[in-house]
């Protein structure tokens, strides 16, 4: 079976540009989550969606991050304009359920802002 | 303030010395304890799930527990493929989700 599949695999990119992430969750999974991992703060939740539909996004940091899921099949964090601080492993999981069922990773993206 | 807490940072075993990974809390009602491990450059990658105090998981040389303040990861006879992060996780009463920073080990052979 795929597992949950994120591109690009690595980005750098300048301070100032947008930068869009992508996730594919498992087939048949209800819920998207989009996490940012980082030395000094480990692993932190920025949102997720369930059914398609955002349900919390208190941890997206700033304005500049947004994230959608058009459908069931596709996500997107995107960052505009992106600063060197938001360089991090950013990951993508879903699950079938929401935060109380295990959730299935996908192996991150690393982002480097100059 | 919720807080989830892990200790050790990091932990060198060797091949076949048996440990332990803690993980403390202190969050407003606890719904769920999660633990992952992660290899470098992969994602976490889902052990076990804890929902109340007196709960034991067990899989292979791994078995957590669970008290009311914190959850523990009993590694037995520790292979050097045991080597890794093991991330512990837990979900609130209000619904949110809190990760620890994880302890690294490393089991030599």
């Known amino acids: 079976d795929a597992g949950v599949i994120q591109s690009p695999r690595h980005e750098v990119t300048e301070m100032g540009q947008e930068v869009t992430l992508r996730c594919k969750p498992i087939s048949g999974h209800n819920s998207l989550f989009w996490y940012r991992q980082t030395m000094m703060r480990g692993l932190e939740l920025l949102i997720y969606?369930?059914?398609?539909?955002?349900?919390?996004d208190s941890g997206m940091p700033e304005d500049r991050f947004s994230a959608k899921m058009p459908n069931a099949s596709f996500s997107t964090l995107k960052i505009q304009p992106s600063e060197p601080r938001d360089s991090a492993v950013y990951f993508c999981a879903s699950s079938l359920g929401q935060l109380d069922q295990p959730q299935h990773f996908g192996d991150g993206t690393r982002l480097s802002i100059l | 303030e919720d807080q989830v807490t892990q200790s050790p940072e990091a932990l060198r075993l060797q091949e076949g010395e048996s440990s332990s990974l803690n993980c403390s809390y202190t969050?407003?009602?606890?719904?769920?304890l999660f633990w992952y491990r992660q290899d470098p450059g992969k994602g976490p990658e889902f052990l076990f799930t804890l929902y109340s105090a007196g709960e034991e998981k067990e899989k292979e040389r791994l078995k957590a527990t669970l008290t009311k303040k914190e959850s523990f990861l009993h590694i037995t006879a520790p292979k050097p493929e045991d080597s890794a992060t093991y991330l512990c996780a837990v979900q609130t009463g209000a619904n949110n989700l809190f990760f620890g920073t994880g302890t690294r080990l490393t089991v030599i052979p």
């Open positions: 969606f369930n059914n398609n539909v955002p349900i919390d």
């Open positions: 969050v407003s009602g606890l719904r769920g």
